[in-house]
């Protein structure tokens, strides 16, 4: 059984920051693109970044140069830097991995988290 958990989600004003982090766990064999979406409410799950495991990125319009995504293969984890936050930001930010597992290595999950609330007052 393969999960991922975000968290780091919270309250903040308008031009704050905040980090969110997503781990992965279980038997992995090996874990491909990791991204970020986000659902606001009333609104559809949109996409928000993404990072390949060789470190490459890519950002939706509305965050380029705000936001940035990182990650470290050692744990697992990819990370989300949310910088110059807005309200239209407010969302449930949701993790999402390409997972091999070790059990199955020929198959590929996509595994959801079960979200984190950033909220963004103005």
């Known amino acids: 059984q393969v999960q991922v958990v975000e968290s780091g989600g919270g309250l903040v004003q308008a031009g704050g920051s905040l980090r969110l982090s997503c781990t992965a766990s279980?038997?992995?064999?090996?874990?491909?693109?990791m991204y970020w979406y986000r659902q606001a409410p009333g609104k559809q799950r949109e996409f928000v970044a993404t990072i390949t495991s060789g470190g490459t990125t890519n950002y939706a319009d509305s965050v380029k140069g705000r936001f940035t995504i990182s990650r470290d293969n050692a744990k697992n984890t990819v990370y989300l830097q949310l910088n110059s936050l807005k309200p239209e930001d407010t969302a449930v930010y949701y993790c999402?991995?390409?997972?091999?597992?070790?059990?199955?290595?020929?198959?590929?999950?996509?595994?959801w988290g079960q979200g984190t609330l950033v909220t963004v007052s103005s």
């Open positions: 279980g038997n992995i064999f090996s874990i491909n693109p």
């Open positions: 999402n991995a390409d997972i091999v597992p070790r059990a199955t290595p020929y198959r590929v999950l996509k595994v």
